[in-house]
């Protein structure tokens, strides 16, 4: 369940099979930052761990198409 794709990120990218690779992080006092971890992809897991570090949205790629999510939101909070 931990790698499994939110209802959120299934309307954002219209797939239940979307893996969106994360690309930048942001967290208030350092703003937007390149996400030190190539490839990763957006999950719950990911997200959940994310949060705990104190990052708040993501820029992910999946496809051609690029967007930032909160990761509030994507866990369903």
Same mark, same amino acid.
């Given at each position: 369940m931990s790698?499994?794709?939110? &209802?959120?990120?299934?309307? =954002?990218?219209?797939?239940?099979? $979307?893996?969106?690779?994360?690309? #930048?992080?942001?967290?208030?006092?350092?703003?937007?930052?390149?996400? &030190?971890e190539a490839?990763? =992809?957006?999950?719950?897991?990911? $997200?959940t761990?994310?949060?705990? #570090?104190?990052?708040?949205?993501?820029r992910?790629?999946?496809?051609?198409?690029?967007?930032?999510?909160?990761?509030?939101?994507?866990?369903?909070?």
């Amino acid at each position: 369940m931990s790698d499994s794709v939110t &209802r959120y990120g299934r309307y =954002k990218f219209g797939s239940d099979s $979307a893996m969106p690779v994360i690309r #930048e992080v942001y967290a208030g006092a350092g703003g937007w930052k390149d996400f &030190r971890e190539a490839g990763l =992809k957006l999950n719950r897991g990911t $997200a959940t761990e994310l949060r705990a #570090e104190g990052i708040t949205m993501v820029r992910v790629r999946w496809r051609l198409k690029t967007v930032e999510i909160s990761l509030l939101r994507y866990l369903g909070g």
